[in-house]
Each structure stands twice: as C-alpha cells, then as structure tokens.
C-alpha cells in the first residue's frame, strides 16, 4: 500500500535529482515504500550512477535504497539490484 508520505517522499526526491544539474538523472524512476526508495532507469555512464545515489542517500526520509539504475557505459556497467543501506 502506498501512503501519502512515501509519495511526498518519492516526489522530493525526484525533485532533488531533477534540480542536480545533470540531465540524465531526469529520467530516473523514483518510488518509495515504507522508508525504502527503489531508483529505475538507464543512466549514460557511472559518474551519473554515483551522483544519482549520492543525492538520494542524502534524505533524511530514507533509511534503504534497492539501486535498479542500468549504466549504459560498458566499460563501469554495475548490476541493478544492488542495495544500499545506512
């Protein structure tokens, strides 16, 4: 069940990606469940992947981060699936 405040969440941080200056971060799906926000979508290259997760572990409102994001780099491709926890 998503509650009002988990899309509160999920809008705050796509707003927080949408405002990072890079384009690509644009595309990234956000949605939010009890503390846990799961990040979908392709990115170009790494750094981007870096700066994504960077400025969603940076909310107050998130405790996990189930990290789905395809980097399109070959050369510093990471699997989705990844989980980040603090």
């Known amino acids: 069940m ?3 405040h988990d ?12 405002g990072s200056g890079i384009p690509g971060l ?14 979908d979508g392709s990115l170009s290259c790494f750094y981007e992947k870096q700066v994504c ?6 909310a107050m409102e998130i405790d996990h981060i189930v990290d789905q994001i395809q980097v399109s ?7 989705p699936g990844t989980t980040a926890g603090f």
Do not use: K, M, P
């Open 73 to 79: 780099d070959d050369n510093h491709s990471e699997a």
């Open 26 to 39: 644009r595309a990234v799906d956000v949605t939010v469940d009890d503390r846990t926000a799961t990040l």
């Open 7 to 18: 899309l509160f969440v999920a809008d705050n941080l796509t707003a927080r990606l949408r």
């Open 2 to 4: 998503i509650r009002n």
């Open 53 to 58: 997760l960077s400025v969603c572990l940076g």
